[in-house]
Protein backbone atom coordinates (compact mmCIF):
# COMPACT_ATOMS: atom_id res chain seq x y z
CA UNK A 1 0.00 0.00 0.00
CA UNK A 2 1.75 3.27 -0.75
CA UNK A 3 1.46 6.50 0.95
CA UNK A 4 -0.60 9.31 0.32
CA UNK A 5 1.98 11.94 -0.85
CA UNK A 6 1.38 15.56 -1.81
CA UNK A 7 3.74 17.10 -4.63
CA UNK A 8 3.86 20.81 -4.69
CA UNK A 9 4.60 22.31 -7.91
CA UNK A 10 3.41 19.13 -9.78
CA UNK A 11 2.33 20.10 -12.89
CA UNK A 12 5.86 21.68 -13.65
CA UNK A 13 9.20 20.65 -15.18
CA UNK A 14 10.40 18.67 -12.08
CA UNK A 15 7.59 17.78 -10.08
CA UNK A 16 5.44 16.34 -13.06
CA UNK A 17 8.18 14.14 -13.90
CA UNK A 18 8.05 13.25 -9.55
CA UNK A 19 4.99 12.84 -9.56
CA UNK A 20 4.49 10.55 -12.48
CA UNK A 21 7.23 8.36 -10.83
CA UNK A 22 5.95 8.16 -7.56
CA UNK A 23 2.39 7.12 -8.89
CA UNK A 24 4.37 4.41 -11.38
CA UNK A 25 5.29 2.94 -8.11
CA UNK A 26 1.40 3.03 -6.56
CA UNK A 27 1.51 6.38 -4.16
CA UNK A 28 -1.08 8.22 -3.79
CA UNK A 29 -0.42 11.74 -5.36
CA UNK A 30 -2.03 14.65 -5.09
CA UNK A 31 -0.66 17.79 -7.01
CA UNK A 32 -0.81 21.36 -6.02
CA UNK A 33 -0.26 23.69 -8.09
CA UNK A 34 -1.41 27.70 -8.71
CA UNK A 35 -0.03 27.02 -12.46
CA UNK A 36 1.58 29.98 -12.34
CA UNK A 37 3.85 28.59 -14.65
CA UNK A 38 3.15 25.19 -14.53
CA UNK A 39 0.43 23.39 -17.06
CA UNK A 40 -2.07 21.27 -16.43
CA UNK A 41 -1.12 19.00 -19.52
CA UNK A 42 1.88 18.19 -17.73
CA UNK A 43 -0.30 16.40 -14.84
CA UNK A 44 -0.10 13.23 -15.30
CA UNK A 45 -2.42 10.54 -15.40
CA UNK A 46 -3.44 8.74 -11.65
CA UNK A 47 -2.64 12.05 -9.93
CA UNK A 48 -5.50 14.32 -8.69
CA UNK A 49 -5.15 17.85 -9.30
CA UNK A 50 -6.19 21.06 -6.53
CA UNK A 51 -5.22 24.39 -7.80
CA UNK A 52 -4.49 26.78 -4.98
CA UNK A 53 -1.55 29.04 -4.36
CA UNK A 54 0.84 27.73 -1.71
CA UNK A 55 0.36 30.86 0.69
CA UNK A 56 -3.04 30.08 0.99
CA UNK A 57 -5.32 28.36 3.49
CA UNK A 58 -6.95 26.17 0.74
CA UNK A 59 -3.48 25.26 0.31
CA UNK A 60 -3.13 24.42 4.05
CA UNK A 61 -6.56 23.00 4.35
CA UNK A 62 -5.52 20.22 1.97
CA UNK A 63 -2.43 19.06 3.35
CA UNK A 64 -4.61 18.34 6.67
CA UNK A 65 -8.13 17.36 5.16
CA UNK A 66 -6.27 14.70 2.57
CA UNK A 67 -4.44 12.80 5.07
CA UNK A 68 -1.16 13.44 3.66
CA UNK A 69 1.81 11.73 4.59
CA UNK A 70 4.65 12.93 2.82
CA UNK A 71 5.41 16.25 1.64
CA UNK A 72 7.52 16.73 -1.96
CA UNK A 73 7.96 20.42 -2.28
CA UNK A 74 9.32 21.62 -5.12
CA UNK A 75 6.56 24.75 -5.79
CA UNK A 76 9.02 27.92 -5.65
CA UNK A 77 9.81 31.43 -7.16
CA UNK A 78 12.82 30.30 -8.85
CA UNK A 79 13.54 33.44 -11.14
CA UNK A 80 16.98 34.72 -9.95
CA UNK A 81 16.35 37.70 -11.95
CA UNK A 82 12.97 38.43 -10.23
CA UNK A 83 14.21 37.68 -6.75
CA UNK A 84 16.85 40.48 -7.08
CA UNK A 85 13.96 42.84 -8.64
CA UNK A 86 11.46 41.65 -6.07
CA UNK A 87 13.29 39.90 -2.89
CA UNK A 88 10.12 40.74 -0.71
CA UNK A 89 8.02 38.73 -3.48
CA UNK A 90 10.28 36.20 -3.71
CA UNK A 91 10.60 35.51 0.62
CA UNK A 92 6.75 35.61 0.59
CA UNK A 93 6.44 32.76 -2.15
CA UNK A 94 9.85 30.57 -1.02
CA UNK A 95 9.70 31.14 2.62
CA UNK A 96 5.83 32.27 3.80
CA UNK A 97 4.42 29.76 1.14
CA UNK A 98 6.51 26.67 2.92
CA UNK A 99 6.32 27.96 6.48
CA UNK A 100 1.74 28.00 5.63
CA UNK A 101 2.62 24.24 4.20
CA UNK A 102 5.08 23.30 7.65
CA UNK A 103 2.63 24.54 9.85
CA UNK A 104 -0.28 22.21 8.03
CA UNK A 105 2.11 19.99 8.33
CA UNK A 106 2.99 19.63 11.75
CA UNK A 107 -0.39 19.52 12.81
CA UNK A 108 -1.65 17.00 10.12
CA UNK A 109 -0.62 13.68 9.42
CA UNK A 110 2.79 14.43 7.45
CA UNK A 111 5.51 12.58 7.99
CA UNK A 112 8.38 13.47 6.33
CA UNK A 113 9.20 16.41 4.06
CA UNK A 114 11.37 16.24 0.62
CA UNK A 115 12.58 19.66 0.18
CA UNK A 116 13.41 20.76 -3.46
CA UNK A 117 16.63 23.10 -2.41
CA UNK A 118 19.53 24.52 -5.05
CA UNK A 119 23.12 23.17 -5.03
CA UNK A 120 24.34 26.26 -7.45
CA UNK A 121 22.72 29.24 -5.71
CA UNK A 122 23.17 27.97 -2.04
CA UNK A 123 27.23 27.77 -2.32
CA UNK A 124 27.77 30.82 -4.19
CA UNK A 125 31.44 31.34 -5.47
CA UNK A 126 32.27 28.48 -4.58
CA UNK A 127 36.38 27.95 -2.86
CA UNK A 128 36.44 23.78 -4.27
CA UNK A 129 35.28 22.32 -7.25
CA UNK A 130 33.02 20.03 -7.55
CA UNK A 131 31.47 21.48 -3.81
CA UNK A 132 30.56 18.98 -1.19
CA UNK A 133 27.78 19.31 1.05
CA UNK A 134 30.09 21.04 3.78
CA UNK A 135 30.98 23.89 1.44
CA UNK A 136 30.32 27.28 2.97
CA UNK A 137 26.80 28.64 2.23
CA UNK A 138 26.82 31.84 0.82
CA UNK A 139 24.04 32.63 -1.46
CA UNK A 140 24.67 35.77 -3.61
CA UNK A 141 21.02 36.29 -4.68
CA UNK A 142 17.67 36.22 -2.75
CA UNK A 143 16.43 33.23 -4.24
CA UNK A 144 19.08 31.06 -2.69
CA UNK A 145 18.57 33.10 0.60
CA UNK A 146 15.37 32.05 0.45
CA UNK A 147 16.38 28.69 0.14
CA UNK A 148 18.42 28.52 2.86
CA UNK A 149 16.22 30.23 4.84
CA UNK A 150 13.89 26.75 3.99
CA UNK A 151 16.24 24.58 4.96
CA UNK A 152 17.19 26.14 8.48
CA UNK A 153 12.82 26.63 8.73
CA UNK A 154 12.97 22.38 8.28
CA UNK A 155 15.55 21.85 10.34
CA UNK A 156 13.92 23.67 13.41
CA UNK A 157 10.42 21.72 12.23
CA UNK A 158 12.72 18.44 12.79
CA UNK A 159 13.97 19.36 15.62
CA UNK A 160 10.95 21.00 17.39
CA UNK A 161 8.36 18.52 16.12
CA UNK A 162 10.23 15.48 15.04
CA UNK A 163 9.44 15.91 11.34
CA UNK A 164 11.58 13.88 8.93
CA UNK A 165 13.49 16.21 6.54
CA UNK A 166 15.63 15.51 3.88
CA UNK A 167 16.75 18.66 1.19
CA UNK A 168 17.71 17.83 -1.96
CA UNK A 169 20.32 20.46 -3.56
CA UNK A 170 20.02 20.52 -6.74
CA UNK A 171 22.43 21.35 -9.90
CA UNK A 172 21.14 23.11 -13.07
CA UNK A 173 18.20 20.23 -14.16
CA UNK A 174 17.40 20.27 -17.98
CA UNK A 175 14.89 17.53 -19.73
CA UNK A 176 11.51 17.08 -21.19
CA UNK A 177 8.69 19.35 -19.84
CA UNK A 178 11.50 22.05 -19.12
CA UNK A 179 9.78 25.66 -20.23
CA UNK A 180 11.82 27.66 -22.20
CA UNK A 181 10.41 30.97 -21.15
CA UNK A 182 11.62 32.97 -18.29
CA UNK A 183 15.71 32.34 -17.38
CA UNK A 184 16.09 29.56 -15.29
CA UNK A 185 16.18 26.60 -18.30
CA UNK A 186 19.01 27.44 -20.68
CA UNK A 187 19.08 24.01 -22.31
CA UNK A 188 15.12 24.72 -23.18
CA UNK A 189 15.95 28.28 -24.47
CA UNK A 190 18.76 27.17 -27.07
CA UNK A 191 16.63 23.92 -27.80
CA UNK A 192 13.41 26.14 -28.66
CA UNK A 193 15.36 28.82 -30.47
CA UNK A 194 17.20 26.82 -32.48
CA UNK A 195 13.97 24.89 -33.52
CA UNK A 196 12.41 28.44 -34.27
CA UNK A 197 15.67 29.59 -36.69
CA UNK A 198 16.22 32.41 -33.81
CA UNK A 199 19.73 33.23 -32.76
CA UNK A 200 20.49 32.32 -29.05
CA UNK A 201 22.42 34.84 -27.15
CA UNK A 202 25.35 34.12 -24.86
CA UNK A 203 26.19 36.55 -22.37
CA UNK A 204 29.36 37.34 -22.07
CA UNK A 205 32.52 34.89 -23.50
CA UNK A 206 30.30 31.64 -23.13
CA UNK A 207 33.36 30.24 -20.25
CA UNK A 208 30.70 30.22 -17.32
CA UNK A 209 30.27 26.67 -16.31
CA UNK A 210 27.57 25.27 -14.56
CA UNK A 211 26.68 21.30 -13.33
CA UNK A 212 23.88 19.85 -15.69
CA UNK A 213 21.88 17.28 -14.10
CA UNK A 214 18.86 15.34 -16.04
CA UNK A 215 15.48 15.13 -14.68
CA UNK A 216 15.31 11.20 -14.52
CA UNK A 217 17.94 11.29 -12.29
CA UNK A 218 16.72 13.97 -10.16
CA UNK A 219 13.43 11.85 -9.94
CA UNK A 220 15.39 8.73 -8.78
CA UNK A 221 17.01 11.12 -6.21
CA UNK A 222 13.77 12.24 -4.69
CA UNK A 223 12.33 8.55 -4.59
CA UNK A 224 15.60 7.23 -2.93
CA UNK A 225 15.05 9.47 -0.42
CA UNK A 226 11.51 8.64 0.68
CA UNK A 227 10.94 7.30 4.27
CA UNK A 228 13.87 8.57 5.46
CA UNK A 229 13.99 9.21 9.12
CA UNK A 230 15.84 12.55 10.58
CA UNK A 231 17.55 15.77 8.70
CA UNK A 232 19.51 14.91 5.93
CA UNK A 233 20.65 17.17 2.90
CA UNK A 234 22.19 15.96 -0.03
CA UNK A 235 23.50 17.28 -3.62
CA UNK A 236 21.82 16.21 -6.41
CA UNK A 237 24.79 16.51 -9.75
CA UNK A 238 27.35 14.83 -11.64
CA UNK A 239 30.48 16.44 -10.59
CA UNK A 240 31.23 18.09 -14.14
CA UNK A 241 31.60 21.71 -15.28
CA UNK A 242 30.16 22.22 -18.89
CA UNK A 243 30.53 25.87 -20.06
CA UNK A 244 27.77 27.28 -21.80
CA UNK A 245 29.73 27.17 -25.27
CA UNK A 246 30.00 23.72 -24.81
CA UNK A 247 26.35 23.08 -23.69
CA UNK A 248 25.21 25.54 -26.85
CA UNK A 249 27.28 23.34 -29.55
CA UNK A 250 26.16 19.98 -27.85
CA UNK A 251 22.61 21.30 -28.16
CA UNK A 252 22.92 22.59 -31.70
CA UNK A 253 24.40 18.86 -32.43
CA UNK A 254 21.14 17.22 -31.19
CA UNK A 255 18.90 19.78 -32.80
CA UNK A 256 20.61 19.32 -36.42
CA UNK A 257 19.29 22.71 -37.31
CA UNK A 258 19.65 25.94 -35.90
CA UNK A 259 21.69 29.46 -36.75
CA UNK A 260 25.01 29.64 -34.87
CA UNK A 261 24.98 31.63 -31.48
CA UNK A 262 25.61 35.16 -30.81
CA UNK A 263 27.30 36.39 -28.00
CA UNK A 264 26.20 39.63 -25.98
CA UNK A 265 27.55 41.53 -22.91
CA UNK A 266 27.98 39.80 -19.65
CA UNK A 267 25.45 39.13 -17.09
CA UNK A 268 25.93 41.66 -13.86
CA UNK A 269 26.87 39.25 -10.90
CA UNK A 270 26.75 36.40 -12.93
CA UNK A 271 28.39 33.52 -10.95
CA UNK A 272 31.14 32.22 -12.61
CA UNK A 273 31.62 28.68 -11.78
CA UNK A 274 29.02 26.04 -9.91
CA UNK A 275 29.78 22.46 -9.93
CA UNK A 276 28.70 19.76 -6.99
CA UNK A 277 29.15 16.42 -5.71
CA UNK A 278 26.99 13.72 -5.67
CA UNK A 279 29.26 11.17 -3.65
CA UNK A 280 27.03 11.58 -0.34
CA UNK A 281 23.85 10.36 -1.66
CA UNK A 282 25.70 7.41 -3.58
CA UNK A 283 27.39 6.23 -0.74
CA UNK A 284 24.70 6.17 2.21
CA UNK A 285 21.90 5.35 -0.48
CA UNK A 286 23.39 3.76 -3.51
CA UNK A 287 22.02 6.27 -6.00
CA UNK A 288 24.44 6.87 -9.00
CA UNK A 289 23.76 9.77 -11.48
CA UNK A 290 23.98 7.66 -14.37
CA UNK A 291 22.79 9.96 -17.03
CA UNK A 292 25.43 11.35 -19.48
CA UNK A 293 25.11 15.05 -20.84
CA UNK A 294 25.21 13.05 -23.94
CA UNK A 295 22.78 10.94 -23.35
CA UNK A 296 20.41 13.38 -21.82
CA UNK A 297 21.08 15.92 -24.33
CA UNK A 298 19.52 13.60 -27.03
CA UNK A 299 16.99 12.44 -24.57
CA UNK A 300 16.22 16.30 -24.52
CA UNK A 301 16.19 17.55 -28.29
CA UNK A 302 14.43 14.65 -29.03
CA UNK A 303 11.49 15.53 -27.25
CA UNK A 304 11.96 19.64 -28.21
CA UNK A 305 11.42 18.25 -31.98
CA UNK A 306 8.56 15.96 -31.27
CA UNK A 307 6.69 18.87 -29.50
CA UNK A 308 7.55 20.59 -33.02
CA UNK A 309 6.31 18.24 -35.09
Known amino acids: MGSVICVTGGAGFI ?10 DGHQVLILD ?33 GVEILVHHAAQMDVRRSVADP ?4 DVNIGGFLNLLE ?11 FASTGGAIYGEQDVFPADENHAVRPLSPYG ?26 ANIYGPRQSPHGEAGVVAIFAHKLLA ?6 NGDGKQTRDYVFVGDVVRAN ?41 GPAQAGEQLRSCITSGLIEEELGLRIGTTFDQGIQI ?3 WFKAQQA
Open 15 to 24: GSHVAEALTR
Open 34 to 66: DLSSGRKENVPPGTELVVADIRSDEAARMIIDR
Open 88 to 91: RFDA
Open 104 to 114: AARTGSVKQVV
Open 145 to 170: VSKLASERYLYYYNQQYGLDATCLRY
Open 197 to 202: DVQPTI
Open 223 to 263: LAVLGLPGFRTYNVGTAVETDVNELFDQIRTAIGTGPPADH
Open 300 to 302: TAD
